[in-house]
Nanobody, 119 residues
């Protein structure tokens, strides 16, 4: 089992920056993929950025060039540096991890952290 705890959300003006952190605990060596999703009320959860265990990243088109995901495998942490934030980035951001245990893939979620972009 893996537990995920996010931190770093908050309110920021358009053009500002925030850095989200996610700390995994438990069977962190089983994790092969970590990253971030976000969700606006009434909308589907959207994948934002993912990092595999080799450090390869992938991003949603809407955040490319503005957001940077990084990961520390030894510490079981994943980060999301968000720059040049816009109103459309307002959402609850969820940490996500995928790992294997006993030959079964498991998906884990954090509790979410609110990011609000407003003037």
């Amino acid at each position: 089992q893996v537990q995920l705890v996010e931190s770093g959300g908050g309110s920021v003006q358009p053009g500002g920056s925030l850095r989200l952190s996610c700390q995994a605990s438990g069977s962190i060596l089983s994790i092969y993929l970590m990253g971030w999703y976000r969700q606006v009320p009434g909308m589907q959860r959207e994948r934002v950025a993912m990092v595999d265990s080799g450090g390869t990243t992938s991003y949603a088109d809407s955040v490319k060039g503005r957001f940077t995901a990084s990961r520390d495998n030894a510490k079981g942490t994943v980060y999301l540096q968000m720059n040049n934030l816009d109103f459309e980035d307002t959402a609850v951001y969820y940490c996500n991890a995928a790992g294997y245990g006993n030959g079964v893939e498991n998906i884990y979620w954090g509790q979410g952290t609110q990011v609000t972009v407003s003037s």
